[in-house]
């Protein structure tokens, strides 16, 4: 099985994936947990990617992929969900082919829809919960206004390959996740579930 999940900053990817990971026995790949952790261990890749990564620069696609390629292989069995990757379409169709060549293909694609102003306020409790002064409101925008601009075309891709599942993403942790289940269920499982395949 191989997920993705897409949604702004903010829309609580990263909590929804883990829980998602827990629930289907999946590995969560995130690349912005595996550059840090090659970076804090001082490896070649983290040499290479640490000063690129201070800059507030974007890795290269080509690294990134060999790093997915890399922990894909090291699994026993590909039961994997991407958090926070692909983010531009050129990641997309990169990961794609890489899946492709591992004779592995996107099984379900995760959107969450959360309201701007939601994650204006949710984004802003979190900068001040985490005393980050210089994540002002307009701050805040700009990164959504970048995220709208990469990630559109991400969306009509996967719709485009009908692996597109759009959840709503406002409301308690525990309803969201169910909502996520349930509509991965009924897509990926229709004739052992109750709904209908979206």
Do not use: C, N
């Amino acid at each position: 099985m191989v997920l993705i999940f897409l949604g702004p900053p903010g829309a609580g990817k990263g909590t929804q994936a883990a829980r998602l990971a827990e629930h289907f026995g999946l590995k969560k790949i995130s690349t912005g947990d595996i550059l840090r952790d090659h970076v804090k261990r001082g490896t070649d890749l983290g040499r290479q990617v640490a000063p690129i990564m201070a800059r507030g620069d974007l890795v290269p696609d080509d690294l990134i992929l060999a790093i997915i390629r890399e922990e894909i292989e090291k699994l026993p069995a590909a039961r994997i969900i991407f958090d926070g990757f692909p983010r531009t379409l050129p990641q997309a169709e990169a990961l794609e082919a890489l899946l492709r060549d591992l004779g592995l293909a996107t099984d379900a694609v995760v959107l969450l829809d959360v309201p701007t102003e939601e994650l204006v306020a949710r984004l802003g409790k979190r900068a001040r919960e985490e005393g980050r002064a210089d994540d002002t409101e307009e701050a805040i925008r700009r990164r959504l206004e970048v995220y709208a601009r990469q990630t559109a075309p991400l969306i009509d891709y996967y719709a485009g390959r009908g692996v597109l599942l759009r959840i709503e993403g406002v409301g308690e942790v525990e309803a969201v996740t169910r909502r996520i289940i349930e509509a991965l269920e009924a897509s990926l499982w229709p004739s052992s579930s109750s709904g209908q395949k979206k």
